[in-house]
């Protein structure tokens, strides 16, 4: 069975380009998930959507990121303008449901240089 | 906010060895989780556990949920090199709906 697909996996651009995320939830997985990782601050939940909703943002960091979940089997991540402390691996996770366990993609390593 | 206190930070063990590591919190939570991050991938699923004082095997792990439902603790019987990397506790709080909250993680490295 196919998990959560993330692309691209890798993704290094210069400060002040658009960058977009991509994710393609486990098919009959209702609840979406975007979170960032990084050392400092470890995995940090920056937005999530049940039934294609955005429910919860208030982790996104600023106006520059933006998430959008146009139907059951597609996300994206949206940072414009891109700075270097945006620079983290960005995952996407998703559930089946509320409160069940969540499934996490490979992730996309974005380095802003 | 909710926080979830994990520990050890990091252990170095012998292959064979059993391996422990446990997150607590001051906060009541509904369902936890446990998960291991390889190098360069997600976090994979490991356990999950939705009821006070269960305990789960899956293969050579076994955790529990705490009685109080603040705690729970992972074990790893006989260690082998391919246990090698980090283990994320993880919680569903009462009042948080659909939001995990993580543990910092546990790195293990196994000497062999």
């Known amino acids: 069975d196919a998990g959560v697909i993330q692309s691209p996996r890798h993704e290094v651009t210069e400060m002040g380009q658009e960058v977009t995320l991509r994710c393609k939830p486990i098919s009959g997985h209702n609840s979406l998930f975007w979170y960032r990782q990084t050392m400092m601050r470890g995995l940090e939940l920056l937005i999530y959507f049940n039934n294609n909703v955005p429910i919860d943002d208030s982790g996104m960091p600023e106006d520059r990121f933006s998430a959008k979940m146009p139907n059951a089997s597609f996300s994206t991540l949206k940072i414009q303008p891109s700075e270097p402390r945006d620079s983290a691996v960005y995952f996407c996770?998703?559930?089946f449901g509320v409160g069940q366990p969540q499934h996490f993609g490979d992730g996309t390593r974005l380095s802003i240089l | 906010g909710q926080q979830l206190n994990q520990s050890p930070q990091s252990m170095f063990i012998q292959e064979g060895e059993d391996v422990s590591m446990n997150c607590t919190s001051s906060s009541i939570f509904n369902t936890w989780l446990w998960y291991k991050q390889d190098p360069g991938e997600g976090p994979v699923l490991l356990i999950a556990?939705?009821?006070?004082?269960e305990l789960t095997s899956n293969g050579r792990l076994t955790a529990q949920f705490g009685i109080t439902r603040k705690d729970s603790f992972l074990n790893i019987s006989a260690s082998i090199p391919s246990d090698v990397g980090i283990y994320f506790c993880a919680g569903l709080p009462m009042e948080y709906g659909n939001k995990l909250v993580f543990g910092a993680g546990t790195i293990l490295r196994v000497k062999s």
């Open positions: 996770a998703s559930s």
């Open positions: 556990l939705y009821k006070a004082g």
